[in-house]
């Protein structure tokens, strides 16, 4: 059983109301930083531990917050990224609908670090009955003083404020999300500047993803050490992982970093391997965006050793044969999946949330989205299948924010591991697939 | 479809008054996405152009910058829809566990085609992308309710009942969480 933090006290009945988390050693973060550490101290604890953005990008959190800028007189924010969108992830959803509290207590123990006085919860506008769940355990922290003017008699003031978005991907990029927030289009902005000098307002602003904050909890409960001494290597702590796709057990699975896909897929503790017993075909690892590896590959790392739950190990091997954790969206695929059809529906999808700023993401996704539709039923040709390569590769770089190559590479992965699967459809009168 | 007033009742807008509290002084474009958001509820499901040129009054702003944001996000409907919105996912996780084949069985049973609304305006039906519920695909949206792990079954029990209770769902209504 490997150690879980944030999770832990998952399945204690009623741990969604106050008093049961608080009576199960809730909000003792919060405590422990306003009265005894300050702001700077706990932006050290938060570098010592290692700890990665768990949206995505894996960026260090400890660093980020160190940038944020301090001009005097001017207001800074803290801004929660619940916009959760990436295809098959689901963490964050589960995080803040079983246990809000622990959003909220990072919430205050992290907007003290960084010294704002108003912070956001930005959710997803499809998540509203969760934004509800969060508004109530919002409501019972204000009534218990954790949250409002003076709080625990220190001075320090925070509000805390949850914001519904419409429902758009590219709000999930942190630029973008900002824009949201301010009542505008999901347009990501040109960087520099970056959020930490002229974010939210203009004003410096950090932008970190519900388990980033959840983590700090832990983090400042038992120390930077105590967190970085789980995990492997540069990949410290615990992940949550959302698992969906052709497993007996999909679900949200906090994991140690470090334990081997295979024990991830196969072990009763986790995925309980493959639904019907079938065969593995190939895995999604770390949400819609990232690589995708067939069986062999995903399993066991180019130099032949099992391959790990980390950033690094499922790294390893580069694009040629590797992926990245990602958000943590382990979607697995067994022996009779058709990887052209998943493409499909990825590059669909792509298609609908590019925000259109961009010339090479707003056409490009379009275009391939229209081949693979070609390809599926049966009108493609060997042509088209190079003409997706070249487009793709095309969409990789050339866009202001990181959905361009998050389009391009499952297409680019796909051919790369796959490219018999795309021919084989090409002159194919039986290729005609329900597509929607 | 009934002739209304376009005014919020008191309640709601003592909300958004409340809201606009939530951003500093100038700041209350930030209220749009919310406001839009009870604007849908309140008025029959959807946010014609007056409604629309409404809520910029409300906030002080530009009938424009409504129309651009409205027009951006998907989950505000510019056009009339049924009481019930129906919205399955299709994004690979609920593809490979049958999203195709609950589509299909809704198009048969309801007698309409994706993107269409049924002639009693009770439903209309649509498909989405990625609502992040993969671990429990398929699944579909209608309001702010989840109905997850679905099977035809299931689906003709939620027909049933919806078609019972023959009342708008919305984004706002307070739901079930269910186990996952």
Redesign the interface.
Same mark, same amino acid.
């Given at each position: 059983m490997g150690k879980k933090l944030l999770l832990a006290n998952d399945h204690i009945p009623g741990i969604q109301s106050y008093e049961v988390y608080r009576s199960n050693g809730g909000y003792q973060s919060v405590e422990k930083a306003l009265k005894n550490l300050k702001p700077e101290d706990i932006v050290e604890e938060v570098k010592k531990s290692g700890l990665r953005g768990r949206g995505g990008a894996g960026f260090p959190t400890g660093m980020k917050w160190s940038f944020l800028a301090k001009p005097e007189g001017v207001?800074r924010y803290l801004v929660c990224n619940a916009d @959760? /969108? @990436?295809?098959? #992830?689901?963490k964050?959803?589960?995080l803040m /609908?079983?246990i809000p509290h622990l959003l909220v207590e990072g919430m205050i123990t992290s907007s003290y670090a960084l010294g704002a006085n108003t912070s956001?919860i930005y959710i997803?506008? @499809?998540?509203?009955?969760v934004a =509800?769940?969060l508004e109530k355990a919002i409501a019972e922290a204000y009534q218990n003083g954790w949250l409002g003017q003076n709080i625990l008699g220190t001075g320090y003031h925070l509000?805390l404020?949850v =914001?519904?978005? $419409?429902?758009?991907?590219i709000c999930g990029e942190e630029t973008a999300l900002l824009e /949201?927030?301010?009542?505008?289009? $999901?347009n990501p902005r040109i960087k520099p500047p970056f959020p930490a000098i002229a974010g939210l307002?203009g004003c410096p602003t950090v932008v970190n993803n519900v388990e980033t904050i959840a983590a700090v909890v832990p983090i400042v409960n038992e120390g930077g050490d105590s967190y970085a001494a789980i995990g492997i290597g540069k990949s410290t702590g615990t992940k949550l992982i959302?698992?969906? $796709?052709?497993i007996k057990k999909?679900?949200?699975y906090e994991i140690e970093m470090g334990i081997t896909v295979e024990e991830f897929i196969y072990s009763d503790e986790y995925c309980g391997g493959i639904l019907n017993d079938k065969k593995l075909k190939a895995v999604?690892a770390g949400g /819609?965006s990232v690589p995708i590896l067939p069986a062999d590959k995903i399993l066991t790392t180019p130099t032949g050793e099992k391959r790990l739950m980390s950033y690094e190990s499922l790294a390893e091997g580069g694009f040629a044969s590797g992926t990245m954790l990602g958000s943590g $969206?382990f979607?697995v695929?067994d022996e009779n #999946?058709s990887i052209v @059809?998943?493409l499909y #529906?990825?590059t669909?999808?792509y298609h609908?949330?590019s925000?259109g700023q961009c010339s090479p993401c707003r056409e490009g996704t379009a275009w391939m989205e229209k081949l693979l539709h070609k390809i599926l039923d049966g009108h493609g040709t060997l042509a088209d299948v190079d003409l997706l390569w070249e487009i793709q590769s095309k969409i990789e770089g050339n866009t202001i924010c990181p959905l361009g190559d998050a389009a391009a590479w499952p297409v680019a992965s796909a051919i790369r591991h796959f490219r018999a699967e795309f021919e084989s459809f090409v002159g194919s009168s039986t290729a005609k697939h329900?597509i929607? | 479809m009934e002739k209304k007033e376009i005014k919020f009742s008191e309640n709601v807008l003592e909300l958004i008054q409340k809201m606009k509290g939530?951003y500093?002084a100038g700041?209350q474009?930030?209220? &749009?996405?919310?406001v839009?958001?009870l604007a849908q509820a309140e008025f029959d499901g959807w946010l014609s152009p007056e409604v629309m040129d409404y809520v910029a009054s409300l &906030?002080d702003?530009q009938p424009i910058?409504v129309y651009? +944001?409205a027009s951006?996000?998907?989950?505000?409907n510019l056009k009339p829809v049924g009481k019930c919105l129906l919205e399955v996912c299709?994004?690979?996780?609920c593809?490979?566990?049958g999203a195709?084949e609950i +589509? *299909?069985h809704l198009e048969n049973k309801l007698g309409i085609k994706?993107g269409e609304t049924t002639p009693d305006g009770l439903f209309t039906l649509k498909?989405v992308?990625?609502?992040?519920?993969?671990?429990? *695909?398929p699944m579909l949206?209608c309001g *702010?309710?989840?109905h997850e792990n679905l099977t035809s079954e299931k689906v003709d029990e939620l027909i049933a009942k919806l078609k019972a209770e023959n009342t708008r769902k919305t984004? &706002?209504d307070? +739901?079930e969480?269910n186990q996952?």
């Open positions: 207001p @959760e /969108s @990436e295809p098959g #992830t689901f964050d959803r589960y /609908s079983r956001y997803r506008g @499809e998540y509203y009955y =509800q769940i509000d404020y =914001q519904v978005g $419409g429902g758009a991907y /949201s927030l301010e009542g505008k289009r $999901g307002y959302s698992a969906s $796709g052709h999909p679900g949200v999604v /819609s $969206g979607i695929m #999946t @059809e998943n #529906t990825f669909r999808f609908h949330e925000c329900a929607h | 939530h500093p700041k474009k930030s209220a &749009l996405l919310p839009l958001h &906030l702003i910058e651009e +944001v951006f996000y998907s989950m505000y299709r994004t690979s996780s593809w490979l566990r195709n +589509v *299909a994706e498909t992308e990625c609502l992040g519920s993969c671990g429990t *695909a949206m *702010a309710q989840f984004y &706002l307070q +739901v969480v996952y």
